[in-house]
């Protein structure tokens, strides 16, 4: 045979058989446990029984590391697409119709008008539209039941002021 290629006995071949099995088990189970654990020993010994020089181990560990990157491209594949990733992603979608607010999507509420549903000392709870709010006062203290307006919206902090009506 040739210098870089080894040779193969059924005790390779084995642990090559056993060892990408773990592996790829490995792969589907969360965390690194007994499966990769066990076929990462099954591949180097698989490496060390059968090289017999560096230029055969290094061969040998280089086309390991490619079937793995190929059976890892596989898992995600089947993972992204396809049957296995339905369970991690949510199927509904969070419309705003339905009730669901973006925290990025506040600005809409500038200018609205409420009441005050605890003492704003400075932070606190408002009604608008039968919708509860945490908001901050412009620093003074409100007292619950006060009318108030919504004035300024940075990210997701609100900051109202009383309102003269």
Same mark, same amino acid.
């Given at each position: ?33 007994? +499966? ?50 339905? +369970?991690?992603?949510? +199927? ?29 000392? +400075? ?43």
């Amino acid at each position: 045979m040739s210098t870089f290629l080894p040779d193969i006995t059924l005790l390779t071949l084995l642990l090559l058989i056993i060892g990408f099995g773990l592996v790829f088990l490995e792969m589907h189970i969360p965390g690194f446990g007994i +499966p990769g654990i066990l076929g990462a020993i099954c591949l180097i010994l698989a490496v060390a029984l059968t090289a017999q020089n560096f230029a055969e181990g290094l061969v040998m560990t280089l086309g390991i590391l490619a079937i793995l990157g190929i059976m890892l491209g596989v898992v995600l594949t089947f993972f992204t697409k396809g049957k296995f990733f339905k +369970p991690l992603i949510l +199927p509904d979608v969070q419309r705003k119709e339905h009730g669901y607010i973006s925290s990025s999507d506040l600005d809409y509420l500038l200018g609205k008008k409420g009441i005050a549903l605890t003492d704003l000392r +400075p932070s606190g709870s408002i009604d608008i539209d039968g919708v509860k709010f945490d908001v901050i006062s412009d620093g003074e203290y409100i007292s619950s039941g006060t009318k108030v307006e919504i004035f300024k919206v940075s990210g997701v902090k609100l900051l109202v002021k009383k309102t003269k009506d």
